[in-house]
Structures are given as C-alpha cells and as structure tokens.
C-alpha cells in the first residue's frame, strides 16, 4: 500500500498531494492575504504549487512573498518575454493537475462564467483542461447578489467547477453574513479529495460516533464511563481530511467544520445515528455506550436514607451498532470498537461476528498509559474477512489514517464490485 503519511508534531498528517501540481489563481480580494497559508499547507501535503495573480491581486499580496512561500516564480504578466517559447498562459495550462481560485472574487467569478480573457490569470484558465476549483470571497452583498449568483451557477452547472461555499461571519468591512473565504484546511482537503489521491474518502457519507453516553440517575448523578471521545474526534478529523462527508454524534462538545450532534444517552446516541444511518455510507461506532440505564429517573435529587444499602434498578440500552448490523445495507461499511480488560482477541472477534460488523479495533485497557484519556492508543484491527493486524502504540490521529486507508480501500473494492 502506497504510504502517503507524515510526522508533524507528533501528529501524523495525511499528504497525498505528491507529483501533484496546483496553479493557483488568486484574485484582488482582502483574503488574497490567507494564500500564504493556503500554498504552506498544499506544500505540507506535497503539491508543487505555481501562483498566477490577477492584476488588483499585488494589491493585497506581494509576488516576492508568495514565491518565497510557494518556492515557486509567480506569474503575473502575459506577454513577459522568458526563456521559454511557449506563451505563459499555455505552458500553465499544461502544468496544471488541478486549478484552484482562491480568493475569487465577484469580478473574477463573472469573467470566468463568460468566458472573458483579459489577463494571464482568466486566459490559462480558459486554456486549461484541469478541473477547476473556486473559493470565493467577498462581501456579503456582492455574494448574494443575483449577477454574482448566476455567475456562480454558470460555473458550477455548465462548465462543471466545483463552488467552495464561502462561510458566515464578520468580514474585513464590518458586514456580517456569507462571503468570508471557507478556512484554508477545508480548501486544502476538497484540493487532495478531487485529485482523487489514494486514500481519498471524497463523497463518502461517514457517520461516527464519540464519547460516552451519560445515563441520568436523578438530576445530579449519572451512570457514565471514562471515554474521553478522542478516538472518535480524531477518527472524524481525519475522515474529513480525506474529504469526506463527516458527520459526529458526540457526547463531547467539539468545533468542527463538520456538523456534530451533541446527545447525552445511548437513547439519543441511538436516535441521531438511526435518522443519519440510512443515507450513510459507513457508520463506525467508537463511543462508549452504556449497557445499562436507570429504569427509573428520579425528577428530584435522590436523599440518603437511613438504609445502609440503595438499590438502583437498571434496564438494557439498546445495542445501536447490534441493530444496524442487521439492517445494513450490502455496501455500507460498519466498524465498532472494543475496549476490553481480557481475552481481548476473542471477545473481540466475537463481537465482530455477532454484530455483524466489518471491522473491529479492539484495544487492552489494562495496558498503562494508553487507552480513555489518553492521546495514544495500542490497537488490533479485526476484519470479517479474517485480516487481523497489529498497530503499536502512537497517536490516536496516526490509528484514525490507518482505519481510513482500510475504509478508503474498501470503497474502492465496493466501487470495483459494482462496476463488474
Ligand atoms: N455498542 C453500541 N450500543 C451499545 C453498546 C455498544 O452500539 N449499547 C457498540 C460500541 O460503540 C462499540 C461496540 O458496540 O463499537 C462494542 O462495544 P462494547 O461495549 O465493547 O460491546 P458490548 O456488546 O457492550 O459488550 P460488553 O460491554 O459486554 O463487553
């Protein structure tokens, strides 16, 4: 398998971007700024990136810091005469794996949707068969407004660009609303998920799950476990570097770009994950879900009693991953987790069988240091199909890539099945 990972930090980052180049056209607009960071992070993730700026573009960016950055010669002017005999429009054009507009402003948006070749940067364009991706920026106003609107859906519907939707918030004006550039790690993985690069989970509706559940006992107590949703939070971070479509349900409160439901219980645990379970295409349970649950919850805070003991009824919860298992559809993919204190192979595989799952990843919580809490974690990946592998101890983001190479290599086996 084609290794396509790095050591940042301690942080193992997903690449993929090798052998791969990225022109990026950047447009007059005050996001211009955030391109450093933006052609910093395509470099982490291997890309050659070759700059070409719109003429109010120098307004906001110098070319001397973005070749610096890009380590790169910027490209501004159409008729420069070089050493090269191919014009400078058609020699880029060439060069590019993918196009990438980011800040595309309203003027840029309308020249490209009409086909307006008054530069180096709308001319290469134009000259190119690479895919094209633009990210606009500008004010709210500009953003809704109906020419910039139909602009947009010329180039999304007819000449087939993908729209990297800008987001709300305070923009450099002062004005409030949709227009502020989407952030530079969401541009950089739908970058990495359309070059279709190995281990790409573009498109993929990912489901998972993090935390544990919370069973209330009264208003004060609860019947809770010691997960600490980690796992779960790096697996859908790193699901959605990919490229995937990410959705949460935690019992942890977390900011992400990807939507998260907050739930308490395994009942609401159960009740987000069956309304998103359908239209998933993988579902991969790490919470830690209360077996158990009071039958009864007390409205008032429970007082001691002059009894020695106190007895607390409890009910089964529903097995959330168990249920789904049955009702799975062919190609849906669904992975649990298995924190186990012993016989941790076959209550694993087990579980694995009973649940009908297609993946374990069971770990040994009595191994100090790793496991709830804790940043790393030591795990054995079981698969239905008799795999079993060992990863050592690293980080819970490093396990979360190693998942996602097996998850993205069985889309790929789902996609070959159903093309035969
Ligand atoms: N799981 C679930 N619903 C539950 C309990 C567990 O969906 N009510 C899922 C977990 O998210 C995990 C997998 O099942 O992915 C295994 O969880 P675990 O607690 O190890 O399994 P149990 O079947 O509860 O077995 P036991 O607690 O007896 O070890």
Not at 121 to 129: E, G
Not at 164 to 185: H, L, R, T, V, W
Request: hydrophobic share 40%.
């Amino acid at each position: 398998m084609k290794k396509s990972k790095k050591l940042v930090n301690n942080q193992v980052s997903f690449q993929g971007l090798e052998n791969k180049t990225i022109v990026l056209g950047i447009s007059g607009g005050i996001a211009a700024y955030k391109c450093l960071d933006l052609i910093s992070s395509l470099r982490g993730m291997g890309a050659n990136v070759h700059c070409v700026l719109s003429h109010n573009a120098h307004e906001f960016v110098t070319p001397l810091s973005l070749s610096t950055i890009s380590r790169n010669k910027v490209h501004t002017n159409n008729f420069e005469i070089k050493d090269s005999w191919q014009p400078e429009h058609i020699e880029l054009a060439k060069l590019a794996d993918l196009i990438l507009i980011a800040p595309a402003t309203a003027d840029i948006i309308a020249k490209l949707a009409h086909g307006i070749c008054d530069d180096l940067l709308t001319t290469f364009v134009l000259a190119s068969k690479a895919k094209v991706l633009i990210a606009p920026a500008m004010n709210p106003n500009m953003y809704d407004h109906p020419a910039t609107k139909h602009n947009l859906s010329i180039l999304e519907h007819k000449l087939r660009y993908q729209i990297i939707a800008p987001e709300f918030g305070e923009m450099a004006c002062g004005d409030i609303g949709y227009g502020k550039m989407a952030q530079i790690s969401s541009i950089a993985q739908i970058v990495a998920s359309r070059l279709e690069v190995h281990g790409s989970l573009f498109e993929k509706k990912i489901l998972i799950t993090a935390g544990g559940t919370r069973e209330p006992i009264d208003p004060v107590r609860f019947i809770g476990n010691r997960s600490s949703g980690k796992m779960g939070i790096a697996m859908a971070d790193a699901a959605y570097a990919r490229g995937a479509d990410v959705t949460l349900v935690s019992t942890v409160k977390v900011e992400r770009s990807y939507p998260v439901i907050l739930v308490e219980t395994a009942q609401e645990m159960q009740e987000s994950v069956e309304s998103e379970f359908d239209t998933c295409d993988a579902l991969i349970m790490t919470a830690a879900v209360a077996d158990f649950r009071p039958l009864f919850v007390s409205v008032h805070k429970i007082k001691k009693s002059d009894s020695e003991d106190f007895t607390l009824d409890l009910t089964q919860n529903p097995d959330i991953i168990d249920l789904l298992g049955r009702v799975k559809r062919e190609n849906q993919i669904i992975i649990g987790f298995a924190a186990e204190s012993e016989e941790l192979l076959s209550n694993a595989s087990q579980k694995l069988k009973r649940k009908k799952l297609d993946l374990i990843i069971a770990n040994d919580i009595t191994v100090p240091e790793i496991g709830f809490g804790s940043d790393d974690n030591a795990v054995i990946i079981l698969s239905n199909d008799g795999n079993k592998e060992t990863l050592p101890r690293m980080p819970k983001r490093a396990i979360a890539e190693h998942i996602c190479d097996i998850l993205a290599s069985r889309f790929l086996e789902i996609k070959e099945l159903t093309l035969h």
